[in-house]
């Protein structure tokens, strides 16, 4: 006699898109692109092209994104056969919180630690998880916003410098 299994799905979590704690893939290329021109800051503009190639962001959706960027006053551009993208605001100024918010809005764990959203939770004021999740949230928006473009770009260059090419065949 063959016995039979019978599976059941149990769903185990909702994701509230609107306030998502992964970072879009968008939000993604807009991080590696400014990290891009944070590379280059105080030299010479780059084209959409050289951004997309060196990060891996598709030129389209890059340029779409360096358009919101610029209007926000994250990056500015130079016409012209020597023109393309700059950073407009100092490495050093420009935090990973800043353009997470701009590109993504609100970040956390769930949408009741964010912004006013707390009244629509069935337990708002008597949940035993609110603790915790405000830890998760304030540790996120701590490295975030404490993560500069400047950080990033010294900690990149100190990874080359220790790299050492193997020419053995």
Not at 55 to 62: G, H, K, T
Not at 87 to 116: M, Y
Not at 120 to 135: I, V
Request: with cysteine; net charge positive.
């Amino acid at each position: 006699m063959r016995k039979s299994y019978y599976y059941i799905t149990i769903p185990i979590g909702i994701v509230d898109k609107e306030f998502a704690m992964l970072v879009s893939k968008r939000c993604q290329y807009a991080l590696r692109a400014v990290f891009e021109l944070a590379k280059h800051y105080g030299q010479y503009p780059l084209k959409a092209a050289q951004i997309a190639e060196s990060q891996a962001i598709p030129v389209r959706f890059l340029e779409v994104i360096l358009c919101e960027l610029k209007k926000a006053g994250f990056v500015k551009s130079q016409r012209g056969n020597a023109g393309g993208y700059l950073l407009a605001i100092p490495p050093e100024k420009l935090t990973v919180g800043d353009l997470i918010r701009f590109i993504q809005g609100p970040f956390g764990p769930v949408s009741c630690v964010i912004g006013d959203s707390q009244e629509s939770c069935p337990l708002y004021g008597d949940c035993a998880f609110m603790p915790m999740w405000e830890k998760v949230q304030k540790s996120i928006n701590g490295i975030y916003d404490n993560t500069t473009y400047r950080e990033l770009v010294d900690q990149e260059r100190r990874k080359e410098e220790q790299y050492v090419p193997s020419y053995s065949i």
